[in-house]
């Protein structure tokens, strides 16, 4: 898959600090499929210290494990339904109801982490998505997110 799960959010839906691609002041986070699992690649800029050199803000690291479980909501619940993002009717949106993150490590700036997505179950309009967050394969952070899926 070469398009973004965020490529496929409606323009009036893309203005999103963390992923909205019409958002140029955002960081623009990019969500990937990876088999039954998600993926997204990210290198957090040194602007955003935590304070302690060469480590990451809590917030930041938090903000890219949101967008990419409502992302990673998404694609499950679409393909849930037994079809692909970007086939056949507007893809679902979901927003953030509950994230729960656990700080393991500190996350390096200035090195590619990944943030991975895992569904753990899917129920009516929730969906609970088990999210990690690594550098140089050492998890920094965890994550649990309640995605709802938007009343239109
Ligand atoms: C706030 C939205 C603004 C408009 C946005 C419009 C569309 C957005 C669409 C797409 C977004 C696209 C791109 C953005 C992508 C990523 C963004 C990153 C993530 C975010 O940054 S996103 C912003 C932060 N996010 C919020 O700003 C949410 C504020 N919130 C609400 O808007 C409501 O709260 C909502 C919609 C969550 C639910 O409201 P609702 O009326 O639709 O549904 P209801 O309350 O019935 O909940 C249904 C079932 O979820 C259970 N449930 C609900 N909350 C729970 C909780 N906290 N813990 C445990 N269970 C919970 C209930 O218990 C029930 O469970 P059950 O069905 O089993 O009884």
Request: positive net charge; proline residues 5%.
């Amino acid at each position: 898959m070469t398009r973004a799960i965020q490529d496929y959010y409606p323009e009036r839906f893309s203005h999103c600090f963390g992923c909205g691609r019409n958002n140029p002041h955002g960081h623009q986070l990019k969500s990937y499929w990876k088999g039954d699992e998600t993926i997204a690649r990210f290198t957090i800029a040194p602007m955003y210290s935590g304070g302690v050199p060469g480590n990451a803000y809590g917030g930041m690291v938090a903000s890219l494990i949101d967008c990419h479980g409502t992302a990673s909501a998404a694609a499950f619940a679409c393909r849930a339904q037994g079809h692909e993002l970007g086939e056949g009717a507007e893809p679902v949106r979901f927003v953030t109801a509950s994230l729960t993150i656990d700080y393991l490590r500190p996350t390096p700036v200035g090195k590619e982490v990944t943030i991975t997505g895992r569904l753990m179950s899917l129920e009516g309009r929730k969906v609970r998505v088990a999210l990690a967050l690594a550098a140089g394969g050492t998890v920094c952070a965890r994550g649990e997110m309640l995605a709802v899926q938007f009343r239109e």
